[in-house]
């Protein structure tokens, strides 16, 4: 994984923050500007396919109840389980982390592949949390505030104050992956206002592609 950093021409970008903070929003718009968008929450279901190693793995520790009646993995209860329960969600992230892993290193070098010098974004979730950040040439972290985050998710996804809560504490706070940012969106606000901080950001990641890698 460290070795697809600093290649001396593209420029891998880490894109990250909290759930509901807008990662997904922040990195549309650098797709539509011209960065490649490796997802890794796509690489999370493709992993967990059915038959796959990590489904076999899954299947055997959590049991059928894991699965719907097509066999495919019924991500809402594991997630109801993973996040009541932080030994079994580390059993969980054993099962799928090293899969999604080498399914990103595939895809970093296809693009590279095609385009050298490409500036290529990973949007990852638990980037701080994996301890990842040292295989990025550069790192943005989308910021809203908690509260923010909370509406959201009851909003978006239909869960209860209780539920939505428990997904946020299984997570750095948001506050604290800021530190670990080159730059820092902040999509509380309106979309335009989070449009003009991407325009920015992608103008500095050209400049930073035309200087000589140390």
Do not use: C
């Amino acid at each position: 994984m460290k070795s697809l950093s600093g290649d001396g021409r593209s420029i891998l970008v880490g894109v990250t923050g909290g759930i509901a903070t807008g990662k997904s929003v922040v990195a549309s718009m650098l797709e539509e500007l011209g960065a490649p968008m490796i997802d890794f929450d796509v690489l999370a279901r493709r992993v967990v396919e059915p038959d796959k190693a990590a489904w076999r793995d899954i299947v055997a520790y959590f049991g059928e109840q894991a699965l719907k009646e097509d066999r495919t993995l019924d991500r809402e209860k594991v997630a109801e389980i993973v996040f009541a329960d932080r030994e079994k969600r580390k059993i969980l992230e054993s099962f799928t982390h090293p899969r999604i892993r080498e399914e990103f290193v595939a895809e970093v070098r296809s693009i590279r592949e095609h385009d050298p010098d490409a500036i290529i974004q990973a949007v990852v979730p638990l980037l701080i949390e994996s301890n990842l950040q040292s295989i990025f040439d550069y790192l943005v972290v989308v910021h809203a505030p908690a509260d923010v985050q909370m509406a959201r998710l009851i909003q978006r996804d239909g869960l209860t104050r209780e539920a939505a809560a428990a997904r946020l504490e299984a997570q750095t706070p948001i506050d604290e992956k800021t530190r670990h940012a080159d730059t820092v969106i902040d999509n509380s606000g309106a979309l335009e206002d989070t449009r003009r901080q991407v325009e920015k950001l992608w103008q500095r990641l050209r400049e930073l592609r035309r200087l000589p890698k140390r």
